[in-house]
């Protein structure tokens, strides 16, 4: 059994874990990174299941906490720990190319108050990549998320590319320092879409939860942001557009998956 367990709201990889080691690797030097320890498995879940008050340190907790075993959750198995009743709104994100490089679109699935209520597409780019388009996807979920809390709501994203989620929340603020230059890889590819993203995510990253989601496991969600990003490969529009209600959702997921 577990000394201790260890919830992050926000790092490298969000979940509930049970090495100490482990969970350092992901909060370290991690920017606005929030974790705690907790003594017991009903705790934590009780914890993660709750949006954490952002105006807390809760690293420092954890940091004081010593090594506790070698085993933590898998990702997979944290990717499928999603509460929409986490927070008001919950935005789920994808991006897909065929192939890659190729046709590419984006798609969004917005739930309020975990209910479905919103579906996007569009962005199409006829010589685009999967991680332009993954990039363009979180790039519109931060601009809906933006609105929500000017609303007074609470908002988190979910989205399957753990690529979109460090260009805009981690590797971000190293290149900024460095001029949006890499000394070693050159020119870093999509700059123009992660500077706008991570400036507006700087902005609210205090109010805001982003979380990495595994892809195609049958997270909702996660399949219907899918469908949308391919729906935006078939019909072509560059523009970023909201599906057309009703949203029939057995209709939704028989269309073309990514």
Request: with cysteine.
């Amino acid at each position: 059994m577990a000394k201790k367990y260890y919830v992050v709201w926000a790092g490298r990889e969000t979940g509930i874990f049970t090495s100490w080691d482990y969970t350092k690797k992901l909060v370290d030097k991690f920017p606005q990174a929030k974790y705690k320890s907790f003594p017991s498995e009903a705790e934590a879940k009780a914890a993660f299941a709750k949006a954490p008050s952002y105006g807390t340190n809760y690293g420092n907790s954890a940091k004081k906490t010593t090594s506790g075993p070698a085993k933590a959750k898998t990702a997979a198995k944290a990717s499928l720990d999603i509460d929409l009743n986490r927070c008001d709104v919950s935005i789920f994100t994808d991006g897909g190319c065929e192939p890659n490089p190729g046709k590419a679109g984006s798609g969004v699935a917005v739930y309020l108050n975990a209910k479905l209520t919103e579906l996007y597409y569009g962005l199409y780019n006829a010589n685009g990549t999967n991680n332009s388009a993954e990039l363009n996807a979180l790039h519109q979920a931060l601009l809906l998320a933006e609105k929500a809390l000017k609303q007074g709501l609470t908002v988190q994203i979910l989205s399957d590319s753990q690529y979109s989620i460090n260009c805009i929340t981690n590797w971000a603020y190293g290149w900024k320092t460095k001029g949006w230059k890499r000394k070693v890889a050159g020119d870093i590819k999509n700059l123009d879409i992660i500077q706008q993203s991570h400036e507006l995510y700087d902005s609210l990253k205090d109010r805001l939860s982003i979380q990495h989601v595994a892809a195609h496991v049958g997270i909702e969600g996660n399949e219907l942001a899918d469908r949308m990003s391919i729906y935006a490969i078939d019909q072509k529009d560059a523009a970023f557009c909201r599906y057309p209600e009703p949203i029939v959702l057995s209709e939704i997921l028989s269309l073309r998956a990514g």
